[in-house]
């Protein structure tokens, strides 16, 4: 389990029933995984992202300083 989390390579445990075929992943990698598929499936969000991504590839991004945010 360490190494599937230090690599971030998924583990597929096979029996000699193909559908009892398991897949391990790290915790942090399926999150990501499933917020993908989150964003895809949101045709709004992946709009407003490929609309981002073209003003930036066209020099219309612009640069801000980071607020600071309160610590509580």
């Given at each position: 389990?360490?190494?599937?989390?230090?690599?971030?390579?998924?583990?597929?445990?096979?029996?000699?029933?193909?559908?009892?075929?398991?897949?391990?992943?790290?915790?942090?990698?399926?999150?990501?995984?499933?917020?993908?598929?989150?964003?895809l499936s949101n045709q709004a969000l992946v709009a407003q992202i490929r609309e981002g991504q073209a003003e930036f590839t066209n020099g219309?991004?612009?640069?801000?300083?980071?607020?600071?945010?309160?610590?509580?």
């Amino acid at each position: 389990m360490r190494q599937v989390n230090d690599d971030s390579e998924s583990l597929i445990v096979t029996t000699k029933d193909a559908d009892d075929t398991v897949v391990v992943m790290g915790k942090k990698d399926y999150d990501a995984m499933q917020e993908t598929l989150y964003i895809l499936s949101n045709q709004a969000l992946v709009a407003q992202i490929r609309e981002g991504q073209a003003e930036f590839t066209n020099g219309k991004a612009q640069v801000h300083d980071l607020k600071d945010l309160p610590d509580d």
